[in-house]
T-cell receptor, first 114, second 109 residues
Framework: DADVTQTPRNRITKTGKRIMLECSQTKGHDRMYWYRQDPGLGLRLIYYSFDVKDINKGEISDGYSVSRQAQAKFSLSLESAIPNQTALYFC?????????????FGPGTRLTVT | SQQGEEDPQALSIQEGENATMNCSYKTSINNLQWYRQNSGRGLVHLILIRSNEREKHSGRLRVTLDTSKKSSSLLITASRAADTASYFCATSGGNQFYFGTGTSLTVIP
């Protein structure tokens, strides 16, 4: 089974709708991240969490919110989706206690807002 | 934005040739990592080089780092069709990772 899973894998929604993307991990890592990827712009950090009680904004947090329900679960919500939030969304985890301190990515959620 | 930039944006080579891609970044770093992404899938870590290292090897990968120029390069030797993917550099300073814009590599069989 995959260490980092994301649901749904694909989603089409309408402008103004609320949508939640979910991420679960079995790696036992404390740190979790949400990124969005747009063509030509690479990955940009939306939010990150270092434990259940620690949530931090990333580079592009406007229009998004997150919830860290447990060490293993980190959800991303779009309160009122807009078309320019159409993108590929990735969840990632990391464990700063272990080298090489890499990030482990989920398979991604392709979100389309019409 | 603290994102880095990769150069070139796209690279097409014949199987067996070497592929070189470059990354420039903006801030002081603790380490620099390279990741690979197959089309539409999650990124996979390839190699990490610390700020006090100048060169590192892993299999067919060779990474260099020049902190004075804030740049790094990734060399893939004897490329294979299976190396076709996008490659991203990522820097970490403080608590966050900053990814570059990526190089799309196509290896033609």
């Amino acid at each position: 089974d995959a260490d980092v899973t994301q649901t749904p894998r694909n989603r089409i929604t309408k402008t103004g709708k609320r949508i939640m993307l979910e991420c679960s991990q079995t790696k036992g890592h404390d740190r979790m991240y949400w990124y969005r990827q747009d063509p030509g712009l690479g990955l940009r950090l939306i939010y990150y969490s270092f434990d259940v009680k620690d949530i931090n904004k990333g580079e592009i947090s406007d229009g998004y919110s997150v919830s860290r329900q447990a060490q293993a679960k980190f959800s991303l919500s779009l309160e009122s989706a807009i078309p320019n939030q159409t993108a590929l969304y990735f969840c990632a985890t990391s464990d700063p206690r272990s080298l090489p301190y890499e990030q482990y990515f989920g398979p991604g959620t392709r979100l389309t807002v019409t | 934005s603290q994102q880095g930039e990769e150069d070139p944006q796209a690279l097409s080579i014949q199987e067996g040739e070497n592929a070189t891609m470059n990354c420039s970044y903006k801030t002081s770093i603790n380490n620099l990592q390279w990741y690979r992404q197959n089309s539409g899938r999650g990124l996979v870590h390839l190699i990490l080089i610390r700020s006090n290292e100048r060169e590192k090897h892993s299999g067919r990968l060779r990474v260099t780092l020049d902190t004075s120029k804030k740049s790094s390069s990734l060399l893939i030797t004897a490329s294979r069709a299976a190396d076709t993917a996008s490659y991203f550099c990522a820097t970490s300073g403080g608590n966050q990772f900053y990814f570059g814009t990526g190089t799309s590599l196509t290896v033609i069989p």
